[in-house]
Protein backbone atom coordinates (compact mmCIF):
# COMPACT_ATOMS: atom_id res chain seq x y z
CA UNK A 1 0.00 0.00 0.00
CA UNK A 2 1.46 3.16 -0.91
CA UNK A 3 1.80 6.23 1.80
CA UNK A 4 -0.99 8.01 0.24
CA UNK A 5 -3.54 5.95 0.77
CA UNK A 6 -2.01 4.58 3.84
CA UNK A 7 -1.87 8.69 5.73
CA UNK A 8 -5.63 8.86 4.20
CA UNK A 9 -6.59 5.73 5.81
CA UNK A 10 -5.55 6.39 9.17
CA UNK A 11 -7.21 10.19 9.10
CA UNK A 12 -10.65 8.42 7.69
CA UNK A 13 -10.09 5.24 10.67
CA UNK A 14 -11.16 8.33 13.19
CA UNK A 15 -13.63 10.10 11.10
CA UNK A 16 -11.76 13.35 10.63
CA UNK A 17 -11.61 15.88 7.60
CA UNK A 18 -8.04 17.32 6.89
CA UNK A 19 -8.40 20.14 8.87
CA UNK A 20 -9.43 18.56 12.30
CA UNK A 21 -6.58 15.78 11.84
CA UNK A 22 -4.38 18.93 10.99
CA UNK A 23 -5.25 20.76 13.98
CA UNK A 24 -5.07 17.32 15.89
CA UNK A 25 -1.30 15.93 14.86
CA UNK A 26 -0.39 19.40 14.20
CA UNK A 27 0.71 18.89 10.52
CA UNK A 28 -0.60 21.27 7.95
CA UNK A 29 -3.51 20.99 5.98
CA UNK A 30 -1.66 21.90 2.68
CA UNK A 31 1.09 19.42 3.81
CA UNK A 32 -1.65 16.75 4.20
CA UNK A 33 -3.47 17.73 1.12
CA UNK A 34 -0.26 16.60 -0.97
CA UNK A 35 0.71 13.61 0.80
CA UNK A 36 -2.77 12.27 0.23
CA UNK A 37 -3.11 13.36 -2.91
CA UNK A 38 0.71 11.51 -3.94
CA UNK A 39 2.28 15.06 -4.77
CA UNK A 40 4.94 15.23 -2.10
CA UNK A 41 5.80 11.86 -0.08
CA UNK A 42 6.58 12.27 3.65
CA UNK A 43 9.44 10.54 5.42
CA UNK A 44 8.59 6.80 5.83
CA UNK A 45 8.54 7.25 9.81
CA UNK A 46 5.67 9.55 9.28
CA UNK A 47 2.85 7.05 9.00
CA UNK A 48 4.17 4.46 11.48
CA UNK A 49 3.91 7.94 14.38
CA UNK A 50 0.61 8.98 13.70
CA UNK A 51 -0.34 5.18 13.19
CA UNK A 52 1.31 5.08 16.96
CA UNK A 53 -0.48 8.43 18.14
CA UNK A 54 -3.73 7.65 17.01
CA UNK A 55 -3.45 3.93 18.34
CA UNK A 56 -2.05 5.57 22.08
CA UNK A 57 -4.87 7.68 22.17
CA UNK A 58 -7.02 5.20 21.63
CA UNK A 59 -5.45 3.14 24.50
CA UNK A 60 -6.03 5.90 26.96
CA UNK A 61 -9.44 7.12 25.73
CA UNK A 62 -10.50 2.93 26.51
CA UNK A 63 -8.69 2.77 30.17
CA UNK A 64 -10.52 5.66 30.94
CA UNK A 65 -13.13 4.79 33.89
CA UNK A 66 -11.78 1.62 33.96
CA UNK A 67 -8.97 1.83 36.62
CA UNK A 68 -9.75 0.57 39.92
CA UNK A 69 -9.73 3.35 42.74
Given at each position: ??T???????????????????????????????????????????????????????????N??????
Amino acid sequence: MDTATVIKELRESVKMNRKEFSEHTGIPVRTLEDWEAGRRTPPEYIPRLIAYQLKYEELVRGNNGTESK
